[in-house]
């Protein structure tokens, strides 16, 4: 999608979003995980963040967000007619939107609960919308899609509804499972509770119709998954092995083949099932990892594709013949605070502490293992062939491009890290402290320097011999030369606002950084760091900024969701402005991959693409 915008001077400058590479499900141990797909079988759809994620089930990488709601989506799902979402958030409220159209245009916007929507499903005409979830005084309402009207009343239970499911054939039936262990049954139009199915011993986690409307199946905390008849709610029958059970532990999800005839279930104790409905015994059973990461908390049987998300987030496509894994979609399911890039890879680090290493082309994604961070990871740098990375315990971890596997060489700093850089050619390292300087060589500190104010961001020349530093609560830059093993401060230079993140271009003309105010800071290195007029700024405070490989632009974004981009060679020509590049997220780092294409990482857990031309 191109976006077309023009400025004062009449100049118009195009950008494209290239991709999304997008968050995993954002999930809660002992929570049961909702995945849904289209009428096609085509697409995927969760909910992740503040967005509402749709990927390709065929190409991952192929995929796009929803983020018009307020609060957090937490379920959403498909029309039958392919043409409509429905989604729900943590504030109750619902939103209906076009599928159709790259703006997903709002057909209906409501209050359907008065607390967090758990599950969302439609009746097989289209016309109505039945929701689940928390509330005062309802935790089910079902309403006409186009109006809003109440068309009837689904009600019995005393906790909050986990899932609903919807007759796929006339006549009409509607089953609601909740917290208070029973199953709610109703007929419909208009919706009317008939009875309450107490075969349960535990939270009921699931529950779904086969797509020919003969039975539903529902799955439990009680390790059962049991079968009920789909016209009038009367037990049939249960899935069970040798030991009586479905499962060792809880049941969180299940899911129909296209036939009815086989059934897909997740479960706690990290497998996935598959059963016979006729007869009720397990065909296979498929060990997903040992770890509490690898507990099953949703699964989705989508035409030819059958998949699972774990607690870890991950979303794995089985193989149900082979009873094997062929692919794992991988990510982040919390903010991104850290990006790097190099030859066409980007490497990333989440605020618990997870760093991956995403493809550029493909948006394929793998772990990095071994001694990784155990939290935060503060910030990140590239030298030569090595990542550098420190975190909030002031961990220093160096880790080889070549290698998935962190930790093969680490170190500490005494005090809080806010800022380093790194410089390849000389193997320096320069870590900002609390009111301290401290450098490396080759992974050995070597020097020490007390400072009397607070540093912030800093940067280091491209031929390693000078230091950049912000002050972080002054609007002041310092500047030292790199002397063999030490700092020797040389000047003082006065800012319009206190600098974040500083980088030197490549070609070493000029220094910018971002701010926290509205300016963008672009100094003149060969004119004494002389300030460059410039009529560029952002709305609010900015957080990342990075010079393009030949140093013809320089990008800056932070909070205000846009990511501006400044010609150094033309500074009076109006910015180029992406505007809502990560359109409910802080935006925390801003890198080039090329002269023409940028990544961007947010709080939104995505990783996004932009191209540009002018």
Same mark, same amino acid.
């Given at each position: 999608?191109?976006?077309?915008?023009?400025?004062?001077?009449?100049?118009?400058?195009?950008?494209?979003?290239?991709?999304?590479?997008?968050?995993?499900?954002?999930?809660?141990?002992?929570?049961?995980?909702?995945?849904?797909?289209?009428?096609?079988?085509?697409?995927?759809?969760?909910?992740?963040?503040?967005?509402?994620?749709?990927?390709?089930?065929?190409?991952?990488?192929?995929?796009?967000?929803?983020?018009?709601?307020?609060?957090?989506?937490?379920?959403?799902?498909?029309?039958?007619?392919?043409?409509?979402?429905?989604?729900?958030?943590s504030h109750g409220k619902v939103r209906i939107w076009d599928t159709t159209q790259e703006t997903h245009i709002i057909k209906y916007e409501g209050h359907g609960l008065s607390g967090p929507i758990r599950d969302i499903c439609w009746s097989p005409d289209s016309k109505r919308v039945i929701l689940g979830g928390a509330g005062r005084n309802s935790r089910t309402h079902c309403f006409?899609?186009?109006?809003?009207?109440?068309?009837?009343?689904?009600?019995?239970?005393?906790?909050?509804?986990?899932?609903?499911?919807?007759?796929?054939?006339?006549?009409?039936?509607?089953?609601?499972?909740?917290?208070?262990?029973?199953?709610?049954?109703?007929?419909?139009?208009?919706?009317?509770?008939?009875?309450?199915?107490?075969?349960?011993?535990?939270?009921?986690?699931?529950?779904? !119709?086969?797509?020919?409307?003969?039975?539903?199946? #529902? =799955? @439990?905390? +009680? %390790?059962? $998954?049991? /079968?009920? &008849?789909?016209? *009038?709610?009367?037990?049939?029958?249960?899935?069970?092995?040798?030991?009586?059970?479905?499962?060792?532990?809880?049941?969180?999800?299940?899911? !129909?083949?296209?036939?009815?005839?086989?059934?897909? #279930? =997740? @479960?706690? +104790? %990290?497998? $996935?099932? /598959?059963? &016979?409905?006729? *007869?009720?015994?397990?065909?296979?059973?498929?060990?997903?990892?040992?770890?509490?990461?690898?507990?099953?908390?949703?699964?989705?049987?989508?035409?030819?594709?059958?998949?699972?998300?774990?607690?870890?987030?991950?979303?794995?496509?089985?193989?149900?013949?082979?009873?094997?894994? *062929?692919?794992?979609?991988?990510?982040?399911?919390?903010?991104?605070?850290?990006?790097?890039?190099?030859?066409?890879?980007?490497?990333?680090?989440?605020?618990?502490?997870?760093?991956?290493?995403?493809?550029?082309?493909?948006?394929?994604?793998?772990?990095?293992?071994?001694?990784?961070?155990?939290?935060?990871?503060?910030?990140?740098?590239?030298?030569?062939?090595?990542?550098?990375?420190?975190?909030?315990?002031?961990?220093?971890?160096?880790?080889?491009?070549?290698?998935?596997?962190?930790?093969?060489?680490s170190s500490s700093v005494p005090s809080n890290v806010t800022f380093f850089d790194v410089h390849s050619g000389s193997g320096i390292e320069v870590y900002c402290c609390d009111k301290a300087l401290i450098l490396f060589k080759d992974g050995t500190e070597v020097f020490s320097k007390d400072l009397n104010f607070a540093p912030n961001g800093c940067t280091i020349s491209p031929c390693?011999?000078v230091l950049a530093v912000g002050a972080k609560e002054d609007p002041k830059l310092y500047l030292y030369d790199i002397e063999g093993n030490s700092l020797v401060q040389r000047q003082e230079i006065s800012l319009s606002a206190a600098a974040t993140e500083i980088k030197f271009s490549p070609n070493g003309k000029f220094l910018g950084a971002a701010t926290v105010g509205r300016a963008?800071?672009?100094?003149?290195?060969?004119?004494?760091?002389?300030?460059?007029?410039?009529?560029?700024?952002?709305?609010?405070?900015?957080?990342?900024?990075?010079?393009?490989?030949?140093?013809?632009?320089?990008?800056?974004?932070?909070?205000?969701?846009?990511?501006?981009?400044?010609?150094?060679?033309?500074?009076?020509?109006?910015?180029?402005?992406?505007?809502?590049?990560?359109?409910?997220?802080?935006?925390?780092?801003?890198?080039?991959?090329?002269?023409?294409?940028?990544?961007?990482?947010?709080?939104?857990?995505?990783?996004?693409?932009?191209?540009?031309?002018?």
């Open positions: 999608m191109i976006y077309n915008h023009y400025f004062a001077d009449r100049i118009m400058a195009n950008y494209s979003l290239k991709s999304i590479f997008a968050p995993l499900p954002v999930t809660t141990r002992g929570q049961n995980f909702h995945l849904q797909t289209d009428p096609k079988n085509e697409k995927l759809l969760y909910c992740s963040g503040p967005a509402v994620v749709v990927r390709d089930l065929a190409n991952p990488a192929v995929c796009y967000t929803y983020t018009e709601h307020s609060g957090t989506p937490t379920a959403a799902c498909f029309a039958p007619s392919g043409f409509y979402i429905c989604s729900g958030d006409l899609w186009d109006s809003g009207s109440s068309c009837g009343s689904l009600h019995g239970h005393s906790k909050d509804v986990n899932a609903v499911a919807h007759s796929p054939t006339r006549p009409f039936r509607a089953v609601t499972v909740s917290e208070d262990f029973q199953i709610g049954f109703h007929t419909g139009v208009p919706y009317k509770f008939v009875k309450t199915i107490t075969a349960h011993k535990n939270f009921v986690n699931c529950v779904r !119709y086969s797509p020919t409307g003969a039975n539903f199946c #529902t =799955a @439990s905390s +009680d %390790k059962r $998954v049991l /079968l009920f &008849d789909g016209k *009038t709610g009367d037990e049939l029958g249960e899935m069970k092995d040798e030991t009586g059970l479905a499962h060792k532990g809880g049941v969180m999800a299940l899911s !129909y083949n296209t036939a009815g005839t086989q059934l897909l #279930t =997740a @479960s706690a +104790d %990290k497998t $996935v099932r /598959l059963w &016979d409905i006729e *007869t009720g015994n397990c065909v296979s059973t498929m060990e997903m990892g040992a770890e509490i990461a690898d507990q099953q908390l949703g699964c989705l049987w989508a035409g030819e594709y059958a998949v699972s998300v774990s607690f870890s987030g991950d979303i794995k496509y089985l193989d149900l013949k082979s009873n094997s894994v *062929t692919k794992v979609l991988r990510g982040h399911q919390k903010s991104i605070e850290t990006m790097e890039v190099k030859n066409g890879k980007i490497f990333t680090s989440s605020f618990e502490g997870r760093s991956s290493i995403y493809d550029a082309e493909t948006g394929e994604v793998e772990y990095f293992t071994g001694a990784s961070h155990k939290n935060k990871v503060l910030d990140t740098k590239i030298s030569g062939d090595t990542l550098v990375s420190v975190d909030l315990n002031n961990k220093i971890l160096r880790t080889p491009l070549s290698s998935c596997e962190m930790g093969g060489e390693g011999t963008i800071l672009l100094l003149d290195v060969e004119k004494s760091y002389k300030p460059v007029q410039h009529c560029w700024s952002t709305s609010s405070k900015s957080i990342s900024c990075s010079f393009s490989p030949d140093s013809s632009y320089l990008a800056v974004a932070g909070i205000d969701t846009n990511i501006v981009i400044g010609n150094t060679s033309k500074p009076m020509e109006p910015s180029i402005k992406i505007l809502r590049a990560h359109p409910l997220g802080t935006i925390t780092r801003v890198r080039w991959l090329d002269e023409k294409t940028i990544a961007s990482t947010g709080s939104d857990m995505q990783v996004r693409q932009h191209t540009i031309s002018v």
